[in-house]
Nanobody, 123 residues
Framework: QLQASGGGLVQAGHSLRLSCAAS????????MGWFRQTPGKERDLVAA????????YYTDSVKGRFTISRDNAKNTLYLQMNSLLPEDTAVYYC??????????????????WGQGTLVTVSS
């Protein structure tokens, strides 16, 4: 029901925009977020957004470089990633929470996961 896309191979300093399209139901009243995972590590929350888009969260390492947004009319979540670093290399997953505020995503309380899209940043 969540389809992530937009990953790829880019050089450090360049940008990518990830998209997460929902189908089958609306997530317009649910908080959503982007997680990322590297081999052997846990899936960590990178950015999150409340149902209306008025409140966002970013992990410290991406503040000022990544921007999360959503278009509820299109049932789509975005992650604009600028000034990419090699350490941003990971599989990125979109996710939806069962409530409208993003705080539950910090506890990985996710009801729906996207399938993941690989982002590789070369130095």
């Amino acid at each position: 029901q969540l389809q992530a896309s937009g990953g790829g191979l880019v050089q450090a300093g360049h940008s990518l925009r990830l998209s997460c399209a929902a189908s089958g139901r609306s997530f317009s009243t649910n908080a959503m977020g982007w997680f990322r995972q590297t081999p052997g590590k846990e899936r960590d929350l990178v950015a999150a957004i409340n149902w209306s888009g008025s409140n966002t969260y970013y992990t410290d390492s991406v503040k000022g470089r990544f921007t999360i947004s959503r278009d509820n009319a299109k049932n789509t979540l975005y992650l604009q990633m600028n000034s990419l670093l090699p350490e941003d290399t990971a599989v990125y997953y979109c996710a939806a929470a069962y409530v409208s505020d993003w705080y539950v995503l910090l506890r990985r309380e996710v009801t729906h996961w996207g399938q993941g899209t690989l982002v590789t940043v070369s130095s």
